[in-house]
């Protein structure tokens, strides 16, 4: 039990009040002579024994009634939920909210931060309770809540600030939380950050507080000068074929000029420097034109040199991963492959071309390796995360087996129908295949496609509305009924619903299946611009279906598909952990996740919004201070910070004291009572 | 201990009483001529009534003057009056010692007593006295001399009450004792066994003897005005009780009326006067409401 006025407890002494009244007052039985105590009943000793039993009675009602009154106005209450609002008390407890994001790197900050941490510790009362929270795009309980504050100064040597991103929000709903069940009346939740602007990407929204409990914030570190990072980075194919131009961009923030340069590596192999040239405003564009790596998963790191106040964003600001080609195994046709012939040989025609065409338009984002199919297993085909079939029903058996197990692996399958047979189409995509529809160009008979399921690279074949790459239009296609129960299912159809792409999932693979043959007499869709975007993306699409994606921020978690079949992890620092211990990426660089079986490279880069060091304004600090509330949030909630409604509703708290007084009143009531009955 | 037999005769009440007589209700012995009527027919100063002359009459007893008018021979016959003995019983039990006003029964009693005793040797009665409590602690005879009324009184005075009643017992020995009829004049809380206390009256009752009972009792014993705890001593067993009197008030009363009913339908059924006596009366109201229903 806690006390609000804890002094009041002193009055309990008065309970001495009613035992001296009952001392003094009390009456001893009077000796009397009586010659006809003959006529007193039995009852007479027992009406004494009553008496003596009320007389009791009544001093300890007496004594509660002063218990109750004097406890009434000490005001107990028995967690901190009951504590009433504006009561000045030792009752007090602590949840320090410390920003670790990558912008608390700059500068004193984190070391500003650490010092005013330590110092409202020492504002609260010796053997108070107190947290201690860490945040940046999560929050955590870094220390839960302990008399000990020796823990939290402890914790608040050892923890550095990261590289993630911030969230505010985040941070302020987990100090309400560890606010709300501390075990003290009041509490002072102090969240000490440098309130960078970029942490309010999203509007901050009230949190729900139990009275008694306050926002307090802190700001750190100073405005920035100037800071300059990389924002962003990409590779893009150079006019020749042999080189590959990195484009760098990059921003800077804050007040001042910044000189320096920008130099990029390969593998930690430095591939030149070149100035910061800054045009107006705050954006500048660096460019490097170097060699085509000959090898996957070559690291290219950016890093800027330039005296600025948040180096820790520039060191590695941006980890690139090479933007290298997917590979391709396109399964050409056999059998019925024309070629023709040149001057410089066989070269194929058909399929084979319209593919090979579109594979050249992609540049390098798509290396492309040419199988007749004979002699394919399972295991050359999982070099290839995609797989182009242009006439399955040439294969033979072995290799259309080797193919449906590549599915099953995880590999992507993308079918186009050939002029023959289509029993092997069907098998693969687990659909019923029908006969052939021919349609009368002369009559204005052709199908376009009309709608698609599928948002991203399918989007690209148009639906209803505009289409991106106008609307292909078909002579020839496979009547195809989708084999749902095998897990087929339409993505894209022509305008009459027939099917014009299938998606199967099989295994942990993914098979696309087209009802057009790739030839001019069947569709005029190989004969368009937009044909080798299109086959780029997708066979993007089919690799993303079936691997995880490759490019992370710093906090971002480490998915359970990314980490599939991984045994170990390289972190950038370059030790090896068992993948099972690493859950997210907590620092900028390259991961290697290894297996026996596979390796993949993650890059991880601080997110970008954290070299953005401008500050909200003190107006919008105090904006946050406000945004603790008791009871219901309104159905709008706060949609911006400045338009939040902070008024605080009336003091529901602490109830207990009126209780005691109703109850000291029923036992004056009963003391009354008892007393006009007892005799004295 | 009482040195002057003033202390049981207030003059100012004897003043009251002067013109007081005591005349007994019923036809007692006497030896002497007194206030009282005698059965016997005798010498005396008032006329009674006439009767037939029977051979044998003394002729000095025929009313002339009837013969003359008439020619027959009458005899008239006068009252006789006669002295009476008056035994005043006293109770000396220690109960009777008990008192919560200006008098104890006891004292009450004696003064009731004394006058009683004044006024029957003033009408040339014959007083005797009783003292009793568990046995008879003074006896004497009954006589009509001034002298004799001044040793009863002072020995009443000499008493003093202290030991337990055997009331019923030792009424049945005065009783016994008791030879000529007369007046039984008994002062007593009558705190014994009410029964008993019936028989022995009827015992006296039965030997011819008028019996006038006083009921003397103590007006905080008749109204049980005690507040507060108390703790209740009876004076002649040591029996204590622990009460809160308002508690016990009802009961008590109930129980004490019933007392005081049994005996005055007890006693009025047989003839006896009584008379409840409160203490804390003036002395003069039970005398005259006494005397008063004698006359």
Redesign the interface.
């Given at each position: 039990m806690l006390f609000v006025n804890l002094l009041y407890l002193a009055a309990t002494g008065a309970i001495a009040g009613p035992v001296m009244l009952h001392l003094l007052l009390r009456?001893?039985?009077?000796?009397?002579?009586?010659?006809?105590?003959?006529?007193?009943?039995a009852?007479?000793?027992q009406?004494?024994a009553?008496?003596k039993f009320k007389n009791m009675l009544l001093l300890f009602s007496r004594m509660l009634l002063v218990l109750l009154i004097v406890l009434a106005f000490a005001r107990p209450f028995f967690n901190a939920a009951d504590a009433p609002e504006g009561q000045e008390t030792a009752g007090i407890g602590m949840v320090l909210v410390m920003d670790r994001s990558c912008s608390m790197q700059a500068g004193d900050t984190w070391e500003i931060a650490r010092t005013r941490a330590r110092n409202a510790l020492k504002s609260v009362p010796e053997d108070s309770p107190v947290a201690l929270i860490v945040f940046d795009r999560v929050s955590r309980l870094a220390v839960p809540e302990t008399r000990d504050a020796g823990r939290v100064l402890s914790e608040l040597q050892v923890i550095e600030p990261g590289f993630a991103a911030t969230d505010l929000g985040a941070a302020l709903r987990a100090g309400a939380e560890a606010g709300n069940q501390l075990n003290a009346h009041r509490a002072r939740v102090v969240i000490i950050s440098d309130y960078q602007r970029s942490a309010m990407q999203q509007a901050l929204a009230p949190v729900h507080v139990r009275p008694g409990v306050d926002f307090e914030t802190i700001q750190v570190g100073a405005e920035p000068s100037v800071n300059v990072a990389i924002a962003s980075a990409q590779t893009i194919p150079a006019e020749l074929a042999d080189k590959q131009s990195v484009l760098l961009e990059i921003r800077r923030f804050g007040k001042g000029d910044a000189e320096g340069a920008v130099e990029l590596f390969e593998d930690g192999k430095s591939l030149g420097d070149q100035p910061l040239n800054w045009a107006e405003g705050a954006q500048t564009f660096v460019e490097f034109v170097v060699d085509k790596p000959t090898a996957n998963d070559v690291i290219l790191r950016a890093e800027v040199h330039v005296t600025d106040s948040h180096p820790a964003d520039n060191d590695s600001n941006v980890l690139l991963e090479v933007e290298r080609a997917i590979p391709v195994l396109v399964l050409q046709q056999t059998g019925r492959v024309k070629f023709a012939s040149s001057e410089s040989g066989l070269f194929p025609v058909g399929a084979n071309r319209f593919v090979k065409a579109a594979v050249q338009a992609c540049g390098g984002l798509v290396d492309a390796a040419w199988s007749s199919g004979s002699g394919i297993t399972p295991e050359t085909l999982l070099r290839y995360p995609v797989v182009l079939a242009l006439d399955v029903d040439a294969y033979g058996d072995d290799a259309v087996a080797a193919i449906d197990a590549y599915v099953e692996s995880g590999g992507a399958l993308v079918l186009f129908p050939g002029n023959g047979a289509t029993s092997t189409l069907q098998a693969l995509s687990g659909s019923t295949v029908g006969g052939w529809k021919q349609l009368d160009e002369q009559l204005s008979e052709y199908r376009l496609v009309s709608s698609v399921r599928h948002q991203g690279p399918l989007d690209l074949l148009g639906s209803t509305g505009e289409s991106v790459l106008g609307h292909p239009k078909v002579y020839r296609y496979l009547n195809v009924e989708p084999g749902v129960e095998n897990g087929a299912a339409t993505v894209a159809q022509f305008d009459n619903g027939a099917p014009f792409i299938l998606e199967r999932r099989k295994g942990d693979g993914l098979v696309y299946a087209f009802t057009v043959p790739l030839e001019a007499s069947a569709t005029d869709f190989v004969l368009r611009a937009s044909f080798a975007p299109f086959l780029y993306e997708l066979v993007a699409h089919a690799t993303h279906e079936t691997e995880a994606r490759r490019r992370y921020l710093v906090g971002d978690g480490a998915s359970a598909t990314l980490m599939r079949g991984i045994d170990d992890v390289q972190m950038p620092n370059g030790k090896t952990l068992p993948a099972q211990t690493v859950t997210s990426f907590a620092e900028p660089g390259a991961y290697a996740l290894t297996s026996e079986s596979k390796a993949t490279l993650v890059s991880v880069n601080i997110d970008p919004m954290e070299s953005d060091l401008a500050r909200l304004n003190q107006t919008e600090i105090d904006g946050i201070r406000d945004l603790g509330i008791s009871g219901d949030v309104g159905e709008g909630g706060a949609d911006e910070l400045n338009d939040a409604d902070v008024t605080m509703p009336p003091d529901e708290s602490g109830k207990f004291w009126r209780y005691l007084l109703f109850a000291a009143l029923a036992v004056f009531a009963f003391e009354s009572i008892l007393a006009s009955r007892t005799?004295? | 201990m009482p040195t002057s037999t003033q202390r049981f005769l207030k003059p100012e009440l004897l003043a009251q009483l002067s013109s007081m007589e005591f005349r007994v209700r019923t036809i007692v012995e006497g030896m002497l001529s007194g206030l009282h009527r005698s059965p016997y027919r005798g010498l005396s100063s008032e006329f009674a009534e006439y009767r037939d002359y029977q051979p044998g009459d003394e002729p000095t007893r025929i009313d002339w003057k009837v013969f003359a008018r008439s020619d027959k021979y009458y005899i008239k016959e006068f009252e006789e009056e006669t002295n009476l003995e008056t035994h005043i019983v006293l109770d000396a039990s220690?109960?009777?010692g008990?008192g919560t006003g200006t008098y104890t029964k006891w004292q009450y009693a004696g003064i009731l007593s004394a006058s009683l005793a004044y006024i029957m040797q003033r009408q040339s009665d014959a007083i005797g006295l009783v003292v009793l409590d568990e046995a008879i602690r003074v006896e004497m005879e009954t006589k009509t001399t001034r002298g004799h009324l001044i040793h009863t009184i002072g020995a009443m005075e000499n008493t003093k009450p202290q030991r337990q009643t055997r009331l019923a017992a030792v009424l049945h020995q005065v009783a016994a004792k008791i030879k000529r009829r007369g007046v039984v004049l008994l002062l007593s809380?009558l705190?014994d066994e009410p029964s008993e206390v019936m028989s022995a009256l009827e015992h006296l009752q039965h030997r011819g003897h008028q019996v006038n009972v006083f009921h003397v009792?103590d007006t905080?014993?008749l109204n049980f005005d005690?507040?507060?705890?108390?703790?209740?001593?009876?004076?002649?067993?040591n029996?204590q009780?622990?009460?809160?009197p308002?508690?016990?008030r009802g009961?008590?009363l109930k129980?004490?009326q019933g007392?005081l009913d049994f005996y005055s339908n007890e006693l009025g059924k047989r003839n006896m006067r009584y008379s409840l006596v409160d203490t804390s009366l003036p002395l003069d109201q039970p005398l005259f409401s006494f005397l008063m229903r004698n006359s």
């Open positions: 009456q001893r039985p009077q000796r009397q002579t009586l010659p006809t105590l003959r006529f007193l009943t009852a007479a000793p009406s004494y009553m008496h005799l004295r | 220690a109960s009777m008990f809380d705190l009792l905080a014993e005690f507040e507060g705890p108390h703790l209740f001593i009876d004076p002649e067993t029996q009780t622990l009460a809160i308002d508690v016990v009961d008590y129980s004490l007392f």
